[in-house]
């Protein structure tokens, strides 16, 4: 990635196999011009997010809001856009509308999670396009782009089918770095430069996190910069912030008109922040811990030590590239590198440090992890490229280390911690269902909500952990959902059963003809959880 790394071709990739060299040097000349290499390269990372989430794309589960979508969007239209409008974000709610209104059932809303994770390998291919016109090799090109689909935050996107858009932005404002990166000079040059501007506003339009996805592209320019000076790259990175801060602005302003006039009603949660320094502070230790965390999660009761240990690995990571530059007398690259690795997390989490809410999740931080994990591939590479001739196969080595443990905690984080427990508790809304039938009174049924540590050992926010019945709206919609599908034919299923929802103990002076207590029923329950979880490493 830096200039030394893209020209290491000299020794080999495994030096302690005696390659021929005659036979080497046609395997890499074949490597680097042969196109099929590169489409096969294209093939596996869309493919990838797709295999890695399809044991949680497949499971039966809706996830919280999926319900309450399904319901709108097929008997209250322009609900969802109305809602979603009113936190400044019109086209997610265009986009969960149509998407939704082709959703009749539960079990379908696998094809929405199928096109989060779709959306993740759209997201690889085009990530690695970019990287590769950037001048990054191959191998590592791939493989940061395969690393951004399974971080924690690709993993919500990929499990939620409410969150399949999310993507949609991303690609959006990448698009619009490429397309400034690729026109050249004159009226052209200024054309992408506006085109970029409105690619960024119509992200921020979707979902405002995802698309500051264009800063992704700015920090892995970083390599190609080596070798300008200080005053030329700060011109040129105050250009690129200029294009995200004027989409944003073009985004503010357009629904500032429309909640002038009229069209859509602004919603109270949006107000900007009153406490900076508290702000920046909550910054540091909730959002910025969690995405340097490229493999694992936070927990609501407590920080695992496996979290602070990585992430003060990957923050030592990070500094001693600029350090190597400093060291090696080139000041000029190391406080640029410094300069963009302090002020792109900022800025690619300056949509939620400028809005008053604090609430760290991992949907939020898409962005601010994948800045972080190209700096974090940058250095590495920076740092094998001392170790001479046997840096490349170090190097490699991390990439396969690195690479199998994020296939092997995108497939469990998501399944286990999502999947799982929001399947299990629809099996016990859905036994319920079925002892309801027609008769002349409805059955009256009281819905105790479960506790709040779950069924897993890992609970963060709403998210990883979470279920979906502690909200005391969701049981009654997955089970009039659940009653749908039970009784396709009748237009009025809900007139054979009552249901309330509440806590232990039950409403003295009444009598149900079924209760469903979701404190017993969910902590029979198997504790899940990965690995590291705190519970998990003292048994």
């Given at each position: 990635m830096s200039s030394n790394a893209n020209d290491r071709t000299t020794g080999s990739p495994f030096p302690i196999l005696p390659f021929p060299g005659n036979a080497l040097d046609r395997w890499r000349q074949a490597a680097r011009t042969a196109p099929w290499v590169?489409?096969?390269?294209?093939?596996?990372?869309?493919?990838?997010?797709?295999?890695?989430?399809?044991?949680?794309?497949?499971?039966?589960?809706?996830?919280r809001d999926d319900y309450a979508n399904l319901s709108e969007a097929h008997e209250q239209p322009g609900k969802i856009v109305a809602f979603t409008a009113s936190h400044a974000r019109p086209l997610y709610g265009v986009l969960l509308q149509q998407s939704f209104k082709r959703v009749g059932s539960i079990h379908e809303l696998q094809?929405?999670?199928?096109?989060?994770?779709?959306?993740?390998?759209?997201?690889?291919v085009m990530l690695f396009g970019l990287l590769r016109r950037l001048g990054w090799n191959r191998v590592t090109a791939a493989f940061t782009a395969a690393m951004v689909t399974l971080t924690p935050?690709?993993?919500?996107?990929?499990?939620?089918?409410?969150?399949?858009?999310?993507?949609?932005?991303?690609?959006?404002?990448?698009?619009?770095?490429?397309?400034?990166?690729?026109?050249?000079?004159?009226?052209?040059?200024?054309?992408?430069?506006?085109?970029?501007?409105?690619?960024?506003?119509?992200?921020?339009?979707?979902y405002q996190p995802s698309s500051l996805f264009y800063l992704v592209g700015v920090a892995a320019?970083?390599?190609?910069?080596?070798?300008?000076?200080?005053?030329?790259?700060?011109?040129?990175a105050g250009w690129h912030l200029t294009v995200v801060f004027l989409g944003l602005a073009v985004a503010f302003l357009t629904m500032k008109a429309l909640y002038a006039t009229g069209v859509f009603e602004a919603s109270k949660r949006l107000a900007f922040e009153h406490d900076p320094v508290g702000k920046f502070w909550w910054f540091l230790r909730e959002p910025l811990l969690n995405a340097i965390n490229v493999f694992f999660l936070n927990d609501n009761q407590g920080t695992p030590r496996a979290l602070y240990v990585a992430g003060a690995g990957a923050?030592?990571?990070?500094?001693?590239?600029?350090?190597?530059?400093?060291?090696?007398?080139?000041?000029?690259?190391?406080?640029?590198?410094?300069?963009?690795?302090?002020?792109?997390?900022?800025?690619?989490?300056?949509?939620?440090?400028?809005?008053?809410?604090?609430?760290?999740?991992?949907?939020?931080?898409?962005?601010?992890?994948?800045?972080?994990?190209?700096?974090?591939?940058?250095?590495?590479?920076?740092?094998?490229?001392?170790?001479?001739?046997?840096?490349?196969?170090?190097?490699?080595?991390?990439?396969?280390?690195a690479m199998a443990m994020a296939i092997h905690l995108a497939r469990t984080h998501p399944y286990y911690l999502i999947a799982i427990p929001q399947g299990e508790e629809l099996q016990i809304l859905d036994a319920a269902a079925d002892r309801v039938a027609p008769r002349d009174r409805p059955v009256k049924i009281y819905f105790v909500q479960p506790p709040d540590d779950g069924p897993t050992e890992i609970r963060y926010h709403d998210e990883f952990g979470s279920l979906s019945t502690n909200a005391s709206w969701t049981p009654k919609e997955m089970f009039k959902h659940l009653m749908r599908e039970r009784f396709p034919d009748t237009p009025d299923h809900a007139r054979y059963y009552r249901l309330r929802t509440g806590f232990r103990p039950l409403p003295e002076g009444e009598q149900f003809d079924l209760v469903i207590d979701m404190h017993k029923d969910m902590r029979e329950l198997h504790k899940l959880g990965p690995f590291y979880a705190e519970s998990h490493m003292e048994r």
């Open positions: 590169t489409w096969v390269l294209v093939l596996i990372l869309f493919a990838l997010p797709l295999a890695a989430y399809w044991n949680t794309t497949l499971h039966h589960f809706g996830f094809w929405l999670r199928f096109a989060g994770a779709a959306g993740l390998g759209l997201v690889a935050s690709a993993q919500v996107i990929a499990s939620w089918a409410t969150a399949w858009p999310y993507t949609v932005p991303a690609i959006l404002s990448l698009g619009g770095f490429m397309l400034t990166d690729r026109l050249g000079a004159g009226r052209w040059k200024e054309i992408g430069w506006v085109g970029a501007v409105l690619l960024v506003a119509l992200g921020a339009l979707s320019a970083l390599p190609s910069r080596r070798e300008w000076k200080l005053a030329r790259n700060l011109r040129w923050a030592a990571l990070l500094v001693a590239s600029p350090a190597v530059e400093w060291l090696k007398g080139n000041r000029q690259t190391a406080g640029f590198w410094l300069l963009l690795l302090l002020a792109l997390p900022i800025a690619a989490h300056g949509v939620n440090l400028v809005a008053a809410e604090r609430w760290a999740t991992y949907r939020t931080v898409f962005t601010l992890t994948s800045v972080l994990l190209v700096f974090l591939v940058l250095s590495w590479n920076r740092l094998c490229g001392l170790a001479g001739r046997q840096g490349r196969f170090i190097e490699l080595a991390g990439y396969a280390v």
